[in-house]
């Protein structure tokens, strides 16, 4: 097996990353004018759970066989990559057999006591197929990120989005006319034929890599194997469960605390698909690049400790958050500048702009903290990433409970910040005493604020200019972005010093 470099793969996850989102962002605005924005609130309560219980499962081991696999393979034992690889599969599939067969038990009870709605069972039965298989394919998509390797996993990423915006295609004149529960279960049905297709393809690959002769044998057991790997892998399962609890726990109180405000419940099922279903999205569209970098993070930096190369980590950090920052700060600009026209665009007719403008400002801390929990998985620190993001929930909820009611949207956005906002101070600060790193706030902070500034100031000049064709703002919003990328790469290319990690 080919080794690819980190920024390599890093491109190559961001490419199949922006092709999936792309695709899964067309699919959505699909199922949106399909199915309304009820049906889309209604699709949002079951998302919380099955991201509940994947995430939980998946994260933790992935993580832990991404790192393992690196530091295996940069001492050269390829066998005990294989081996660790092959425990974290089977530990996985059987635990999604179990966790599957109870969803199916207890689908009935969590959609109508928990959720709230009974029209999401048929969702929730539908999903309980892709949870062993996602959960299988996790370990060994783990497998390829430790041995920076991620061809198959982007191919196998890409693939599964067309299997299911097919499906979709195929059902839309099934889903078309029926009641929303029917349609949303009908939906679903895409998900797991899609994670077939994704485990196909990654599968296939990992086979014939098991088939290669290698020159060393394995010196893990798979018992060891399967009890370093649950040492690991508990904290980051926990972090991603809080992470769901919480997730699912704001879906669920958000369409309560706006009826304490004063909607009616159609009301409120509308405003959750707006939020979460439609203007969210769009925020997190740009995440396909901090997530390619979390994901290439973990082994990049495990393997640089691994050879005790500790300046190479250091550097890998440091690019990282600059460039978490740069896109922060260019993408608030164009939300902002731009968002009503796009939400008008896109869901015409939904009031989606205005909702879409406000949330720009999340964009500034939400790319650092994804790049920031790689980070911390690759130096060991899951315990603290689990501390932050406690912290980081407990505002959320708290703003969701206290604040919504009497603000709506509007207050769940000003949470959403506060919680970023101390969740990056304090993940910051833990990672500049952790390891001793120079605070750069020149370099991190202050010069992607420039090309910021750029977009901003160009697109409202631009605007005034073509705000006269029907499409000007589509003119001016490029022209913008091509001068803000123009001053981005003045600086983001010029290379800079740091003090060397010495102690972590």
């Known amino acids: ?269 509308e405003a959750l698909g707006r939020l979460s279903g439609m203007a969210s999205p769009l925020i997190y569209f740009p995440t396909v690049i901090t997530s390619a970098l979390a994901t290439q993070l973990v082994p990049a930096i495990s393997q640089a400790l691994s050879l005790k190369r500790h300046k190479l980590a250091n550097l890998r950090i440091s690019r990282c958050i600059k460039l978490s920052f740069l896109l922060g700060f260019a993408c608030f600009s164009l939300f902002y500048t731009f968002g009503d026209y796009i939400g008008d665009f896109l869901y015409k007719g939904q009031d989606v702009g205005s909702i879409l403008k406000n949330m720009s400002w999340l964009c500034i801390l939400l790319y650092l903290q994804q790049t920031m929990m790689g980070i911390l998985n690759g130096l060991g620190k899951q315990g603290y990433a689990l501390f932050s993001t406690t912290v980081g929930y407990i505002v959320r909820i708290s703003f969701v409970w206290f604040v919504v009611p009497i603000y709506g949207v509007n207050g769940y956005i000003v949470g959403s910040f506060a919680s970023m906002l101390i969740m990056t101070t304090i993940d910051i600060l833990y990672l500049v005493y952790q390891t001793r790193m120079f605070l750069d706030l020149r370099e991190w902070l202050l010069k992607p604020m420039l090309p910021a500034i750029v977009i901003f100031s160009a697109g409202t000049f631009f605007l005034e200019y073509l705000k006269k064709y029907h499409y000007g703002w589509m003119l001016a919003g490029g022209l913008s972005c091509i001068c803000g990328f123009l001053v981005a790469s003045l600086f983001y290319l010029n290379k800079f010093p740091q003090r060397p990690i010495q102690k972590i």
């Open 1 to 269: 097996m080919r080794k690819e470099t980190y920024k390599t793969g890093a491109v190559k996850l961001i490419i199949a990353g922006f092709i999936v989102r792309l695709m899964g962002f067309a699919n959505r605005i699909f199922m949106s004018n399909l199915i309304g924005a009820e049906g889309m609130g209604l699709f949002q309560l079951t998302s919380p759970v099955y991201s509940l219980i994947i995430l939980t499962l998946t994260s933790g081991v992935s993580i832990s066989v991404s790192s393992m696999t690196a530091q295996e393979r940069a001492r050269g034992n390829e066998k005990n990559a294989l081996r660790i690889a092959k425990t974290g599969f089977a530990f996985l599939l059987s635990l999604g057999l179990l966790i599957s067969g109870l969803l199916v038990l207890f689908a009935k009870y969590i959609a109508v006591n928990i959720l709230g709605d009974e029209r999401t069972y048929l969702s929730l039965v539908l999903l309980a197929p892709c949870i062993p298989i996602v959960a299988a394919a996790s370990s060994i998509r783990g497998y390829f990120y430790g041995s920076m390797h991620v061809t198959p996993t982007a191919i196998s990423q890409v693939v599964e989005q067309i299997v299911r915006i097919g499906v979709i295609f195929v059902l839309a004149v099934k889903i078309a006319g029926q009641d929303l529960a029917y349609a949303c279960a009908l939906a679903t049905v895409s998900a797991a034929i899609g994670e077939m297709a994704n485990l196909l393809v990654v599968g296939c690959v990992f086979y014939k890599e098991t088939k290669k002769p290698y020159l060393k044998s394995a010196t893990l057991s798979r018992r060891k194997t399967a009890i370093v790997i649950a040492k690991r892998s508990i904290p980051v399962s926990i972090n991603r469960l809080l992470t769901s609890i919480m997730g699912a726990v704001e879906a669920i109180l958000l369409p309560a605390r706006f009826l304490a405000g004063g909607l009616d419940y159609k009301s409120s099922i």
